[in-house]
């Protein structure tokens, strides 16, 4: 599978991070030993230069790719419609791109879920005059700062004025430049605040962090997520697609109905091995040592997500 530009700024830097971490462990400096760096550092620092690609959909839809997630654009005499905003360092990469498409303002923007690779770009989406919808879980998560310590940050939260303010309790459709919008809510799964969009003629769904195209996914134990839920969202989601349906993840290439159940079927492949290793009484570190991912380390498991940290993911998430 190919990469993007930022999944090989970000491969590599994680495998620079694993060099220095494993050169310093054990070694005491002046001042403590040395602190792996979290992440979300290294995302927003690959983000800063990371080219924004655009990837043709179906008629006026396309995808934009390199800035966190994915993002979806519609496009037409109404203006765009979009589905995430990605890191908000990336703004002048992702306003060439939107430029690059047409000239039309952005009307609506619709997140996804609350994590801040989706989000973070909100304030300049809202100053360019964009209504912003999301769940009331969205709404509630980014109105505060939010820890996660999987990834060892506190994400701050966002400006007043970039908080949704068309609040969704409910699936709710929307007629947008000859487009069937369909926004469709979702028991907790990847978070507790996750929907995805269906643009009915076009045959084309946006799935934000439901579907991770080739990568191990993160899934947010600590704020409403779980591998269970996360596996019962795509069989209802799987449910409702037809064979040509165009997916696009919240990261990795777009992709089709048989990659996504093939990542439902990887999901529900590890899970079934964590569970009965923990059910045996094994300890987090023992079912990692296991490797009970091995089967589908070639295709999932080079991206920041690797094969332990995912394994550690669906140990902490088995209730």
Do not use: C
Request: without cysteine.
């Amino acid at each position: 599978m190919k990469r993007s530009p930022l999944q090989s700024i970000l491969i590599d830097s994680a495998a620079m991070l694993a060099v220095v971490v494993g050169a310093t462990s054990g070694v005491a400096w002046a001042d403590g030993p040395a602190k792996p760096v979290s992440p979300v550092i290294m995302i927003n620092k690959a983000a800063v230069t990371a080219q924004i690609d655009t990837t043709p959909l179906r008629g006026s839809l396309s995808m934009l790719s390199g800035s966190g997630g994915n993002i979806t654009v519609l496009t037409g005499k109404q203006g765009k419609l979009m589905v995430d905003a990605g890191i908000a360092v990336s703004r002048p990469r992702i306003e060439a791109a939107l430029a690059a498409i047409s000239s039309a303002p952005i009307k609506y923007l619709i997140n996804t879920h609350y994590h801040w690779d989706h989000t973070d770009g909100n304030p300049w989406v809202r100053d360019d005059g964009a209504i912003i919808i999301a769940t009331a879980g969205t709404v509630k998560r980014v109105s505060t700062a939010t820890r996660v310590d999987d990834w060892d940050f506190t994400f701050p939260a966002l400006p007043a004025r970039a908080v949704p303010t068309e609040v969704l309790t409910a699936n709710k459709t929307y007629h947008f430049d000859g487009q069937t919008v369909e926004v469709r809510l979702l028991d907790p799964s990847h978070t507790d605040t996750d929907l995805y969009v269906v643009f009915k003629e076009a045959n084309v769904a946006s799935l934000g962090d439901l579907f991770w195209n080739g990568v191990y996914p993160f899934i947010d134990n600590e704020n409403g997520g779980g591998i269970d839920g996360m596996i019962k969202s795509d069989d209802a989601i799987l449910a409702t697609l037809n064979d040509d349906v165009i997916l696009v993840p919240g990261h990795g290439p777009v992709g089709n109905k048989k990659q996504f159940r093939d990542f439902r079927d990887m999901l529900a492949g590890v899970r079934d091995k964590v569970s009965a290793l923990k059910k045996q009484g094994k300890s987090r570190d023992e079912v990692v040592a296991a490797k009970p991912t091995a089967q589908y380390d070639a295709v999932y498991g080079h991206f920041v997500i690797d094969p332990d940290f995912f394994t550690r993911i669906v140990y902490d998430g088995l209730r």
